[in-house]
């Protein structure tokens, strides 16, 4: 599935259909600089209506069709005041597949959605550099709405108030991957409350070298790189207290298939990479297995790295 302008005889001719699919940032060692888009998504079909109204179904139901404080409306009509445009209310139509509050780029999705929303209605005519770097803005960094919008794995930065610069790249061969998602949520505030305000010298080169090393793996298809390069020191030993799945998982690499494991954006869930040629269900049952020995459990969400962004093919 991918984004875009709905042009179907059943729809009207100015209403859009967004495709954003879930993302994992951080990557273990790329923190705030690096993330990739997953192959499960929230669907959002909007129209112009008479008044603001939501029809959400999926996975988390309530938050998504909830009208007050919605994340999408509220950014949509952020946008527009800033622009000094009309707010045109908007019919949504939502189907969710991403887990909110758990680290799959739920937030970042919404914001790219509410600005898409804006920059489409509007007829702003904004730059992808644009609409990301808005989104990004309000995330506070870049890496998961840039995943979102372009799909396959970015690396991206900040330039100027509102801009981002985005380098998406297609990783070589494929890439299985196992999301581990806690019943309990954590909010990212809390997550980066863990975090030292300082880093020494020797870890923050360990994490230079080991993003070096996971890009090169990636790009390459070095499935076997995968545990050392995912190695961090800057962020998920600080988080392992709040994200318990995190210690239990990693020991896990280099086991019944399962190459590398790190954190999923802040947490608390948990984004295991695959051997290609390992059985999916034999490792679900291996891990479910191992979590049940540490008195833990998760949803265990079989997914890949998707090359569908949610960015149209032209222009919103």
């Known amino acids: 599935m991918r984004t875009k302008s709905t042009s179907n005889r059943n729809r009207p001719s100015n209403a859009l259909r967004l495709v954003l699919p879930a993302t994992s940032a951080n990557l273990g060692p790329a923190f705030d600089a690096a993330a990739l888009a997953m192959d499960f998504y929230i669907t959002v079909n909007a129209r112009p209506a008479k008044e603001f109204s939501i029809q959400a179904t999926g996975r988390d139901q309530e938050i998504c069709g909830r009208l007050q404080d919605h994340l999408i409306l509220k950014t949509y009509r952020e946008v527009l005041q800033s622009a ?33 929303l804006a920059v489409h209605f509007a007829k702003l005519h904004w730059t992808d550099a644009q609409i990301v770097g808005e989104a990004s803005r309000r995330e506070g960094h870049p890496d998961n709405a840039s995943a979102c919008w372009m799909g396959g794995i970015t690396v991206a930065r900040m330039f100027g108030e509102a801009e981002a610069e985005v380098i998406d790249i297609r990783p070589k061969g494929k890439w299985p ?100 040629q390992a059985s999916v269900q034999k490792v679900i049952k291996f891990v479910s297995a191992h979590l049940a020995q540490d008195g833990l459990s998760a949803e265990l969400i079989p997914t890949s790295i998707t090359l569908h962004g949610a960015r149209p093919r032209g222009r919103l």
């Open 84 to 116: 000094a445009k009309p707010v045109t209310p908007l019919s949504l139509r939502i189907v969710n597949q991403i887990p909110i509050g758990k680290g799959c780029g739920s937030s970042a999705a919404a914001r790219l959605a509410g600005v898409a």
């Open 177 to 276: 991957l196992l999301l581990a998602v806690p019943e309990q949520s954590l909010a990212t505030e809390e997550a980066r409350r863990a975090l030292p305000t300082q880093h020494s010298h020797a870890d923050t080169v360990a994490n230079v070298r080991n993003s070096m090393l996971l890009l090169a793996a990636l790009t390459q298809g070095r499935h076997e790189l995968l545990a050392a390069a995912l190695e961090d020191r800057i962020h998920q030993p600080y988080r392992a207290a709040l994200c318990p799945l995190l210690p239990c998982l990693q020991e896990l690499q280099g086991k019944q298939g399962i190459t590398g494991a790190a954190l999923s954006g802040a947490g608390p869930s948990v984004l295991m990479f695959l051997d290609p």
